[in-house]
């Protein structure tokens, strides 16, 4: 997580900013006795008060299924609406599907 420093020259402690709070959460898939079989995904999150740039609950869940389920995925055309940090789409991705991922059009950085 990214502190900003005071400009203001006084005695105040650091606090984090809302706009700049950043993390990364990394994301492992595979079994751990194959490690040629298995990927590693890190996302760099944005904890502001808008809730689609960090990674939820749900979208571990349903990459962990892409994985679990990779060989139905391979070769397939797969859409992921309002992907947010894309952690499901970029599994399928990294397991032979072509994706498209979409999001409010107006944020450049996801």
């Not at 595979?30 to 740039?53: F, H, P, R």
């Not at 962990?64 to 995925?73: A, I």
């Not at 391979?74 to 599994?91: R, Y």
Request: a negative charge.
């Amino acid at each position: 997580m990214e502190v900003n420093s005071s400009d203001d020259g006084g005695d105040s402690p650091e606090t984090p900013s809302p706009e700049n709070m950043t993390t990364v959460s990394h994301h492992y898939f595979g079994d751990s006795n194959a490690s040629y079989d298995a990927i590693s995904i890190t996302v760099i999150e944005s904890m502001k008060e808008e809730y689609g740039l960090f990674v939820w609950p749900c979208s571990v869940i349903l990459a962990e299924y892409v994985w679990q389920h990779r060989s139905r995925f391979k070769g397939l055309t797969v859409l992921e609406l309002g992907a947010g940090t894309s952690l499901p789409g970029l599994v399928a991705a990294k397991v032979g599907a072509d994706v498209i991922l979409t999001d409010e059009s107006d944020r450049l950085e996801v």
